[in-house]
């Protein structure tokens, strides 16, 4: 009841608040509309055949990520794309496939950046310098990169620290997660040019540098 008195007051009345409040209050209490019985009936077959589809997707999802999971462990290059931060079955799967799996299709680091569309565009024009994101880029690819990228924000120390950089040059969220996605696509071509799983120090060697130094100044 103090309740109700309390949302008539904040709504602005200010006669009668207890009469008006045991009002609703009855009201509320008393028995409400409800559906005729086929309307019922109908509502809940909709609702037991929603289940029944979510049900069987769930566990279609199941059976194709094991299948999935199977097939791409299979690949030779399955193990150095699992070492990547922020790469699972999925992502690690989609990566792989719109890349391709052709160790000679990219000349270096710079050709696959540019394939994938994570290297910024940049225009001048005098004094001013403007730098870009691509528009013309495989969207399929791009979406899984961004989504790389955002994975490995809590699983590599130096992908946090390259996109809080980022961001305190003024760039967005977006725009921060790009430049980190540019900078994995080259940590992974040369991870798989050399063939050798991901290296944390070696992914980042300026920041190990950074830490090395603060651990110097800390003795």
């Not at 009668?16 to 009002?23: I, K, M, P």
């Not at 097939?71 to 799967?93: K, M, T, Y």
């Amino acid at each position: 009841m103090t309740q109700i008195e309390a949302v008539l007051r904040a709504a602005g009345r200010q006669r009668d608040l207890r009469a008006t409040a045991e009002a609703i209050s009855a009201a509320l209490r008393t028995e409400q509309l409800t559906a005729l019985p086929l309307v019922a009936q109908a509502f809940g077959a909709t609702v037991a055949a929603h289940v029944a589809v979510t049900a069987e997707l769930i566990r279609q999802t199941a059976s194709l990520q094991a299948q999935l999971t199977a097939s791409f462990e299979q690949h030779p290059s399955a193990e150095i794309l699992r070492s990547l931060p922020g790469l699972g079955v999925v992502l690690g799967a989609r990566v792989l496939a719109d890349f391709g799996d052709d160790p000679h299709r990219y000349a270096d680091a710079k050709a696959r950046k540019n394939y994938a569309g994570t290297a910024p565009i940049t225009r001048a024009s005098g004094k001013s310098r403007v730098v870009l994101a691509r528009y013309a880029r495989d969207r399929r690819l791009a979406d899984a990169l961004y989504q790389w990228a955002f994975s490995a924000l809590t699983r590599s120390p130096g992908a946090r620290e390259l996109y809080d950089a980022q961001r305190a040059r003024g760039a967005t969220h977006h725009a921060a997660l790009r430049a980190l996605a540019n900078r994995l696509v080259g940590i992974l071509h040369g991870c798989l040019r050399h063939g050798t799983v991901y290296n944390e120090a070696t992914a980042w060697p300026q920041r190990n540098v950074t830490i090395n130094q603060d651990q110097d100044v800390a003795a």
